[in-house]
C-alpha cells in the first residue's frame, strides 16, 4: 500500500528509530510500514498519525500521487485530514474514546483502538484555521438521547475537541454522566470551592443539576455538528 509515511517523519526530523519508540514498535516495522511491506491497518494508521501529529487519511496518497513529496509542497486548501468516528457505547469506564485520542476512562487510561468506527474526510484548512481545533486531538461522536434538543438531535454527529476540556468559557461539552457519553452545555459556578460546574440541558424537560468538577468527566468541547435533513 502507497503512503506518505517516510515523507511526513522526515518533515517531522524523526529517524525510523525514533518513530518506533513513539509508536511502540520496532524500527523493522516502520520500515516495512514505509515500503508497503506491511498491511497499513486502521490501528497502525492512527498510532503513527497520533506520533506524526496529523490525520490518519494524511498518510495514504491521493489517487495519481506519488511518492517523495514534501509535505509543504501540498497546500493546507487541498490536503484532507481524517477524523475518527469512535464508538461511545463500545467504551467501557468513564468516557473512554477510542483510536488516538486522549480521554479519560476513570482509570488512568484509554479504551482499545478497535473501537473506530471510521474515519470522516475534511478539508485540513477547515478543521485547522475555521474550527481551531488540531486534527490529532478531534474525534466524530453520535449524539444519543435528546437532552439537548432543539440544538442537538438524537443521531446527530458532533465533533469534540478532546484538547478543549476546560468550560470557560462556558460552551457545549461531551462528557461521562456515569453511565455513558452524553453532550450538555457546561459552566463553571463562580465563587465555589472547590470548583463546581452547572450542567444543563436545553430540553425544558430535563433538569439542570451541579457537580464539583472533580466528579464531571469532561471528554471535550462540541465544536461542530452534522445531521441528516
Partial sequence: MANRIYELRKAKGLTMEALAKLTNTTASQINKLEKGERR???????????????????????????????????????????????DVRA??????????????????????????????????????????????????????????????????????????RTPSPP?????????????KRIEIVPNTEPTELRIKSDNAHHDDYVRTAEEVSVIGRIVWVARRI
Fill in 40 to 86: 497499513l491497518t486502521d490501528q497502525w494508521m492512527h498510532r503513527l498519525a497520533a506520533a506524526l501529529d496529523c490525520g490518519a487519511a494524511d498518510l495514504l496518497l491521493a489517487p495519481g500521487a506519488s511518492t517523495g513529496t514534501h509535505p509543504s509542497a501540498v497546500s493546507n486548501q487541498s490536503r484532507t485530514v481524517g477524523i475518527p468516528e469512535v
Fill in 171 to 183: 460552551g457545549v461539552f461531551a462528557i461521562w454522566d456515569g453511565f455513558g457519553v452524553v453532550s
Fill in 91 to 164: 467504551g467501557a469506564g468513564a468516557g473512554g474514546l477510542a483510536g488516538s485520542i486522549v480521554a479519560p476512562d476513570g482509570n488512568g487510561g484509554t479504551v482499545s483502538i478497535d473501537e473506530t468506527k471510521g474515519n470522516w474526510g475534511l478539508p485540513d484548512e477547515y478543521v485547522r484555521g475555521e474550527l481551531h481545533v488540531r486534527p490529532s486531538e478531534a474525534c466524530i461522536i453520535e449524539v444519543k438521547g435528546d437532552s439537548m434538543n432543539p440544538t442537538l438531535h438524537a443521531g446527530d454527529r458532533v465533533m469534540v475537541d478532546t484538547g478543549d
